[in-house]
């Protein structure tokens, strides 16, 4: 590794240092205000803020522009635009105004909208988010932006991000101010998303039109050796990964990710990387980038990268560990336990504000990891339930109960005990028993809200989160600043939440069949596919939630419950489509092809005078599994038909088709020919085994 990697980080960022050099000093200082305080830029400023922007892109090689959007795909999306501007004389010049850096306007028709707009108000708006910066990929200057309809809906997971984010510095900085803080002026939730991904080789990836087509593996028997040896996670990374994780690491930091974590993951082929925690809306940009510039490094390297929540069968699958805290501009952790008593009180209000926010919207938070690929995942020995609770450790615990109990014996070395709340011993910064299967664990001084699937935008769960909160301390602001006893309501405050919610708490092991039981008399939500998670969209609480902070309006609320069950019905479609392809034209050819050659083989045998029944037998056993996989494909198709009959216009009744009717008709195809799998020889079975594609990476 050359020694200038350090001065090569965000070389190709538009970031706060190239803006104060490059800008006028009053550009940089308008500007700055915008970002700083969320107002407006003047037209003018954004002309010169354009012009010098396109001068930094063109001197780094770049060509294009483009404004960088997160449509509801989980994947961004934006059209490349070139400076150029013909002149008279038939030259060009290179021109970049303030108007096409703060809005575009790209036809809105082809993205998920759940039915906000017809198509003759196609127009959708993509408008500048200037506290993400800008940044140059490939000849082009992105642009980070925000989607909007024609009529104002947001059409993308980070315009709701962006809304959040003000209402929780709002709401936390009401609170802090009620303690006494006169130097923050903002707050901001903090964020750093582990990634998990598989790597596979690419010439095999090419061969499973599965991978190709879903990112997932439909078909194939387990291999030998899985992860039952516990010998991946952590273990000696492989030459070709570590070169692979090498040119990653480089290639994001020019982008001003700060990739700083990469070990083996539990599974064969799965590996993580984690940056280190910045700005929720930068996070969730950052994440957007890793992911894409993770498939881009490994196709130049004849691998390819899987960010599917269940690439393989009988393996660990891959989530996101999306790590959300609270911080104030001045760089004070809000939970952060602290040194000092009356640091302790404060964090635990923020405390009991995620606990309540948290039990009170348990459906709304899980929703956010509600996609097809995760519903394969969650509630398997492996990741969290599909059940929300929070994991505190037993001390923090003890010490919320004690309070809520009038019990103040905590401490009693300094005397006077006002309202056992002033006097509490410095917190534990770490509950050394770290529980892994929590799906939403406190971590020293920060939540890991472990539920996320790889392949989602984090944005979804900051956005919840962030509103969430904010209804808690809210509430807690407005009781705070209208008590005569400011003492004596912090301690209402804690004993409420812990008679009210902490039924939330649970700080066992969140993978027993025990837990689930226990869940369900404790009343928690369990809601274990995306069909009944995405339902929790439209209740009438969550609805009012996102109202009364301006995160979602109703009707986004609806559309986005639309785009929900759409994703997932046509996520399904495609791969059962996929199977009746690799089955009819793959596996059943190749499977017929070997029962004829084991017959003929057969037939040799006998003309030699050997009379072998185990081949006899495999011929027979071969065909009848072509028979089998047959008559199961046919099956598959006639129930897709039958959904694409009765469900027309009905994003629900289609959902619910695929969840109860084609997933289990597509796990017995794939149980037939998992099987045949296991009895035809490796030479003729159509495409790469489990074992070529975990194991020869
Ligand atoms: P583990 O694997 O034990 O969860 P890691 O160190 O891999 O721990 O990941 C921890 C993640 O949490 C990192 O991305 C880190 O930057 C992030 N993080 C740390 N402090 C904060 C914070 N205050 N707010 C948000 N994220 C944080
Ligand atoms: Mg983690």
Not at 576 to 600: C, H, R, S, V, Y
Request: aromatic share 8%; with cysteine; hydrophobic share 40%.
């Amino acid at each position: 590794m050359s020694s200038d990697f350090a001065s090569k980080f965000a070389c190709k960022v538009f970031d706060d240092a190239v803006m104060r050099e490059r800008l006028p000093k009053n550009t940089y200082k308008s500007l700055k205000h915008s970002i700083d305080e969320n107002v407006h830029l003047e037209p003018d400023v954004a002309d010169v803020v354009a012009s010098v922007m396109k001068d930094w892109a063109v001197e780094q090689g770049a060509t294009h522009f483009t404004h960088w959007f997160q449509p509801m795909t989980n994947i961004t999306a934006g059209k490349h635009d070139s400076f150029i501007s013909p002149q008279k004389d038939g030259q060009v010049i290179l021109e970049f105004s303030g108007k096409e850096l703060i809005q575009g306007e790209p036809d809105a028709s082809s993205f998920p909208n759940g039915g906000l707009r017809n198509t003759f108000e196609a127009r959708g708006y993509t408008a500048w988010d200037c506290t993400s910066p800008a940044f140059i990929k490939g000849g082009t200057l992105y642009i980070p932006t925000a989607f909007c309809s024609y009529t104002g809906e947001a059409l993308d997971t980070k315009t709701p991000l962006l809304r959040s984010m003000q209402v929780i510095s709002d709401q936390a900085m009401r609170i802090l101010r009620l303690f006494g803080n006169r130097t923050s002026k903002r707050v901001l939730a903090t964020v750093g998303a582990e990634q998990e991904y598989f790597l596979v080789d690419r010439e095999k990836y090419e061969n499973r039109l599965d991978l190709k087509i879903c990112g997932r593996t439909l078909f194939g028997a387990m291999p030998p050796k899985g992860q039952e040896m516990d010998d991946h996670y952590c273990g000696r990374i492989r030459l070709r990964v570590a070169e692979y994780m090498r040119q990653l690491d480089n290639a994001l930091w020019e982008l001003g990710v700060t990739s700083k974590t990469k070990h083996n993951e539990v599974a064969p082929a799965q590996h993580e990387l984690a940056p280190v925690f910045c700005s929720a809306n930068i996070a969730c940009d950052h994440n957007q980038l890793t992911m894409e510039v993770m498939r881009i490094v490994a196709k130049q390297n004849g691998l390819a990268c899987l960010l599917h929540e269940k690439p393989f069968d009988g393996v660990n699958g891959s989530g996101k560990h999306n790590n959300w805290s609270l911080s104030t501009d001045d760089g004070l952790n809000l939970l952060d336990p602290g040194k000092t008593p009356y640091e302790n009180v404060q964090f635990l209000i923020f405390l009991c504000a995620v606990l309540t926010a948290v039990d009170n919207y348990a459906d709304l938070l899980r929703l956010t990891a509600a996609v097809a690929g995760n519903d394969h995942r969650l509630g398997a020995n492996e990741a969290p339930p599909a059940i929300i609770s929070v994991f505190l450790g037993d001390e923090l615990t003890g010490i919320l109960e004690n309070i809520a109990k009038g019990n103040t014996n905590h401490q009693s070395s300094s005397g006077i005990l006002e309202t056992g709340v002033e006097t509490l011993p410095d917190l534990p910064k770490d509950d050394s028993d770290r529980n892994r299967t929590s799906p939403f664990a406190f971590t020293g001084n920060k939540f890991e809200f472990r539920m996320v699937g790889s392949s989602q935008s984090i944005a979804q769960s900051n956005y919840v989160l962030n509103t969430i909160v904010s209804d808690s301390l809210s509430t807690f602001a407005d009781r705070l600043e209208s008590a005569p006893n400011f003492d004596d309501e912090i301690k209402h405050i804690i004993t409420e939440t812990m008679e009210q919610h902490g039924r939330i708490i649970f700080n066992g092991n969140n993978y027993t069949d025990e837990w689930v039981k226990e869940a369900e008399k404790r009343g928690l939500p369990n809601l274990p596919t995306t069909v009944d998670a995405a339902q929790m969209l439209i209740q009438p609480k969550n609805i009012a939630v996102f109202e009364r902070f301006h995160v979602l309006s109703p009707v986004e609320c609806r559309s986005r419950y639309e785009i929900m069950l759409e994703n997932y019905a046509k996520t399904i479609n495609i791969e059962a489509n996929t199977m009746l392809e690799m089955a009819n034209k793959q596996i059943l050819p190749a499977l017929i092809g070997f029962a004829g050659d084991t017959a003929a083989a057969y037939n040799e045998l006998m003309c030699a005078g050997v009379s072998n029944a185990t081949s006899l037998r495999l011929a027979q056993a071969l065909s009848d599994a072509v028979d089998e996989i047959y008559a199961e494909a046919q099956e598959l198709q006639a129930v897709l038909d039958q959904i694409h009959k009765s469900c027309i216009g009905d994003a629900l009744c289609e959902a619910k088709g695929y969840r109860d009717q084609i997933l289990p008709q597509m796990e017995k195809l794939r149980q037939a020919v998992d099987k045949a799998e296991g009895i035809c020889s490796s030479e003729a079975w159509p495409m790469p085994s489990y074992t070529d594609l975990l194991h020869r990476v």
